[in-house]
């Protein structure tokens, strides 16, 4: 059975830096793009990046673009998503998800297979 599992979410101060990681088990996942969503208190989830099964594009909302970066470590089964010049409008649950053979399109996750349970990322001012 697949499973997510997020870490290294936190509380931590505007313009800092936080590094979240996903391990993937239960699932090849090399055949896996992953992404990166969020949800903030009364706001619809969004995309926060993806990057592709194959590893070799990664994509970005607008909103984080020049301020975050996605890895991922096939020898681990793990994907990171390092995240700069935080803000507190960056307050979210961040969840990680794979998708079976996914691209680097943003999209709004209906398609995504599996999903971890998140992580609170919290940006004081």
């Known amino acids: 059975q697949a499973q997510l599992v997020e870490s290294g979410g936190g509380l931590v101060q505007a313009g800092g830096s936080l590094r979240l990681s996903c391990a993937a088990s239960g699932l090849i996942f090399r055949k896996y793009a992953m992404a990166w969503f969020r949800q903030a208190p009364g706001k619809e989830r969004e995309i926060v990046g993806v990057?592709?099964?194959?590893?070799?594009?990664?994509n970005y909302a607008d909103s984080m673009k020049g301020r975050c970066t996605i890895s991922r470590d096939e020898a681990k089964n793990t994907v990171d998503l390092l995240m700069n010049s935080l803000t507190p409008e960056d307050t979210a649950v961040y969840y990680c998800?794979?998708?079976?053979?996914?691209?680097?399109?943003?999209?709004?996750?209906?398609?995504?297979?599996?999903w971890g349970q998140g992580t609170q990322v919290t940006v004081s001012s």
């Open positions: 990057i592709s099964f194959n590893g070799d594009r990664t």
């Open positions: 998800a794979a998708y079976l053979y996914g691209t680097s399109d943003l999209t709004d996750g209906k398609e995504y297979d599996y």
